[in-house]
């Protein structure tokens, strides 16, 4: 008999779960999915019960081969794709591609990448849930749909090149409206008073007005402020009333996507997309010792269900590392109140009870320690004894008014102790030690405080994945990917860590929700993702709900492209300016470069300019070599260059170099930023064609501090965000460092 194979998605993974099962495995990795949707039609027959066409991933046809050789030769085969929908699709295609029996064909579930991680997924072995895969092959099918059928429609509207998504098009609805929230809101002035009081022990307090004549004072502007200071001047200040209680802040629960991804940034202000890539490599194995650790459980779920030997394992640490008052005397146990939770595995959590992170801190990058600190801190605050706090209120009467002083002093830290988080940090206002009811307070000063009320907040990553997840938009593993889309989309921007729509996403959403507003919205996507959970718990038939969502989106996508010049038209801004060739009225459109002028009798007349005119930057020190005078900075199809000023009677030009110089050796060329005939800048070497350095990456005139590489780069991907490398040695750094 041959060996048993192994079937993994991730070639990591592989590497780890490899050292566990010793020689009579062979374990392999598909590398992600090896059959999808093809990505140059729509792949689905819609007349056909939605019968989806599977093709090849490019590239995997070898790797097929591989496994199909691999699975005829062994005695058995597992397939230990992610234990989510997308790991159960992927079995299923693997399954009907290796032409084994049945029999012999086995899913397994790999909660934890440990020893007992795996023993104990071989200890379950069962068939591929094919309602899981028609949950995930709906989703697909249904996003599918919506993608390759209204993008078309953007390209024509707008220009090509465009997408619209069923999910991703909500999200930025969403970011949309926020927007729109703070455009409209007109701030209002307010005053606030305070009172500096003094004790009969000399101690000085802070107090703020709570109450003018029983009710919440309104002090609108600066005059009727000052005619409360002045009346509270000649006041008698009195402890009216003092309450003293003792309280308790329990831990929250062990993460869960959504709020490991809203925790991770805003503590670090790493993209959602990022902090799954790093808890990914955590989940997959870390090298300590010279033997593959899988650090956390897996990190798509919204569950708060923790197993009893993690229980144990971590009450364990709690008693050996904090004591016996740590201790609460039974386990914590979390429900959550999200309805259709997916309860298919824990949450997320450390997997070794003896590996804190500062004991493995050496084996971890830097941003693998930050995440799995913020994991490991969490889940041991989780199963610890509430925060102790006393808190006091003093309640001071002057005449009318009622001033209000509120103090907390923690007695007993608790949970605090692992989790010190300065959102568990109280104010550290000053409050009497020594006062009592009826005392009589010296007034200090009196202060009133301008303020304005304030608009909503922007979105962060971290409160659009948290509004998502309320609305029940989305699911655990698509929260970072709707993100990272709409930003590489550039509907939106990420501006100090806020997300604002750009002008094109503000067009977009406007488009989509004018077009087909019964589709693009909150309550209908939240509804597609309940029917999808059914089709997932087996309550429904996956065709029968992509027949129910069909029906009406075919009429309102017929609808919309029949309105689709009236659409168009109406994106375009009329506006006083005159054509420069024919006199008519100038309107604005849109291209691939963003809005511009054009002529509203094209088009018969074909006039254009930029909307905002070009910045004319006179370098007199670069004179042309063809008639002396001074070249003038333009901005061409293919990029940034310097022309002569004389043109078009002299049409020399120079190309714009970005002051780095090229790292070619032996090259003495600069680099100038180019841009390609589809419009995508890159950035080459002045002296091509004899040097033929480029790179698509933003060229930063640094030197690598590892390698003394002469440059690095600026890089942005859908996975990990904005990040500073080098070339070299591939050195990733903090942009700000």
């Known amino acids: 008999m041959g060996k048993n194979l192994l079937i993994v998605e991730s070639p990591s993974k592989a590497k780890t779960i490899k050292k566990y099962l010793g020689n009579d495995y062979q374990v392999m990795a598909s590398v992600g999915h090896i059959k999808d949707l093809p990505q140059k039609e729509l792949g689905i027959d819609v007349n056909n019960n939605f019968k989806p066409k599977y093709v090849t991933v490019k590239g995997k046809a070898k790797l097929i081969t591989k496994l199909q050789d691999a699975a005829k030769k062994a005695s058995a085969v597992y397939l230990a794709p992610d234990p989510d929908r997308e790991g159960e699709a992927i079995a299923w295609h693997i399954a009907n591609l290796i032409t084994v029996d049945d029999d012999k064909i086995h899913r397994v579930l790999f909660n934890e990448i440990t020893k007992s991680g795996v023993k104990e997924g071989f200890k379950h072995p069962r068939k591929i849930d094919l309602s899981l895969v028609n949950a995930q092959q709906a989703r697909r099918i249904l996003d599918r749909l919506v993608g390759y059928?209204?993008?078309?429609?953007?390209?024509?509207?707008?220009?090509?090149g465009l997408s619209a998504g069923r999910v991703q098009s909500v999200a930025l609805r969403i970011i949309c409206e926020r927007e729109e929230e703070i455009d409209r809101f007109n701030s209002e002035e307010y005053w606030e008073l305070f009172a500096d009081l003094k004790t009969q022990s000399n101690e000085v307090f802070t107090t703020k007005c709570v109450k003018y004549k029983n009710r919440k004072p309104k002090i609108s502007n600066g005059t009727d402020a000052k005619e409360h200071v002045d009346t509270l001047n000649q006041a008698n200040f009195i402890v009216d009333d003092l309450k003293i209680k003792n309280s308790k802040t329990s831990p929250a629960p062990l993460f869960t996507t959504s709020t490991f991804q809203q925790e991770g940034t805003r503590k670090f202000r790493y993209p959602p997309k990022?902090?799954?890539?790093?808890?990914?490599?955590?989940?997959?194995?870390?090298?300590?010792?010279?033997?593959?650790?899988?650090?956390?459980?897996?990190?798509?779920?919204?569950?708060?269900?923790?197993?009893?030997?993690?229980?144990?394992?971590?009450?364990?640490?709690?008693?050996?590392?904090?004591?016996?008052?740590?201790?609460p005397p039974k386990p914590k146990y979390y429900k959550t109140k999200k309805k259709n939770v997916q309860d298919a595995h824990e949450?997320?959590?450390?997997?070794?009870?003896?590996?804190?992170?500062?004991?493995?801190?050496?084996?971890?990058?830097?941003?693998?320690?930050?995440?799995?600190?913020?994991?490991?801190?969490?889940?041991?605050?989780?199963?610890?004894?509430?925060?102790?706090?006393?808190?006091?209120?003093?309640?001071?009467?002057?005449?009318?008014?009622?001033?209000?002083?509120?103090?907390?002093?923690?007695?007993f830290d608790g949970f605090l102790k692992a989790w010190s988080d300065e959102q568990n940090i109280d104010s550290t206002d000053k409050i009497p030690s020594k006062i009592e009811k009826d005392e009589q307070l010296d007034l200090e000063k009196i202060n009133s405080e301008q303020k304005f009320?304030?608009?909503?907040?922007?979105?962060?990553?971290?409160?659009?994945?948290?509004?998502?997840?309320?609305?029940?938009?989305?699911?655990?593993?698509?929260?970072?990917?709707?993100?990272?889309?709409?930003?590489?989309?550039?509907?939106?921007?990420?501006?100090?860590?806020?997300?604002?729509?750009?002008?094109?996403?503000?067009?977009?959403?406007?488009?989509?929700?004018?077009?087909?507003?019964?589709?693009?919205?909150?309550?209908?996507?939240?509804?597609?993702?309940?029917?999808?959970?059914?089709?997932?718990?087996?309550?429904?038939?996956?065709?029968?709900?992509?027949?129910?969502?069909?029906?009406?989106?075919?009429?309102?996508?017929?609808?919309?492209?029949?309105?689709?010049?009236?659409?168009?038209?109406?994106?375009?801004?009329?506006?006083?300016?005159?054509?420069?060739?024919?006199?008519?009225?100038?309107?604005?459109?849109?291209?691939?470069?963003?809005?511009?002028?054009?002529?509203?009798?094209?088009?018969?007349?074909?006039?254009?300019?930029?909307?905002?005119?070009?910045?004319?930057?006179?370098?007199?020190?670069?004179?042309?070599?063809?008639?002396?005078?001074p070249m003038v900075y333009k901005e061409g199809q293919y990029g940034k260059f310097w022309a002569c000023s004389k043109y078009p009677d002299c049409k020399n030009t120079l190309p714009f170099t970005i002051g780095v110089k090229c790292p070619s050796d032996g090259c003495d060329g600069e680099l100038i930023e180019r841009r390609t005939k589809r419009g995508k800048v890159f950035y080459g070497c002045n002296q091509y064609p004899k040097c033929k350095f480029a790179t698509w990456n933003e060229p930063l005139n640094k030197e690598c501090s590892d390698c003394g590489y002469p440059m690095l780069e600026r890089k942005e991907t859908r996975r990990s965000g904005v990040e500073i490398v080098c070339p070299n040695c591939k050195k990733t750094i903090k942009e700000e460092e």
Do not use: H
């Open 149 to 160: 059928q209204v993008s078309p429609f953007l390209w024509k509207t707008l220009y090509r």
């Open 347 to 411: 949450g997320i959590r450390p997997t070794r009870f003896d590996m804190p992170p500062e004991k493995i801190q050496k084996y971890l990058t830097n941003e693998q320690f930050k995440i799995y600190s913020l994991i490991w801190k969490k889940f041991v605050a989780c199963q610890m004894t509430s925060a102790e706090y006393k808190t006091k209120t003093i309640d001071v009467k002057a005449d009318e008014y009622i001033f209000r002083a509120t103090g907390r002093d923690l007695v």
């Open 453 to 629: 009320t304030q608009p909503p907040a922007r979105y962060t990553d971290g409160t659009l994945v948290k509004e998502l997840d309320l609305l029940g938009i989305g699911r655990p593993s698509t929260y970072a990917t709707i993100v990272s889309t709409i930003l590489v989309r550039k509907y939106i921007e990420r501006t100090k860590g806020k997300l604002i729509p750009t002008d094109l996403g503000k067009t977009v959403k406007k488009i989509l929700v004018n077009a087909m507003p019964n589709i693009f919205n909150v309550e209908f996507t939240e509804k597609m993702e309940e029917e999808l959970d059914d089709v997932e718990s087996n309550k429904k038939e996956w065709q029968r709900v992509m027949s129910d969502f069909y029906s009406p989106f075919k009429e309102s996508l017929d609808l919309m492209n029949e309105r689709r010049m009236e659409i168009k038209e109406s994106l375009q801004e009329k506006t006083d300016e005159k054509c420069d060739k024919c006199g008519s009225n100038l309107v604005i459109k849109w291209s691939k470069n963003g809005r511009f002028y054009a002529c509203s009798s094209f088009p018969e007349c074909k006039y254009t300019k930029p909307l905002v005119p070009p910045k004319i930057i006179v370098d007199k020190s670069k004179v042309c070599s063809k008639c002396a005078s």
């Open 274 to 327: 990022k902090i799954m890539y790093i808890a990914q490599q955590l989940y997959e194995g870390i090298e300590i010792g010279g033997e593959p650790v899988g650090l956390i459980t897996y990190m798509r779920t919204d569950s708060v269900r923790i197993s009893n030997d993690a229980l144990i394992g971590i009450r364990d640490f709690i008693k050996q590392e904090y004591g016996e008052k740590y201790l």
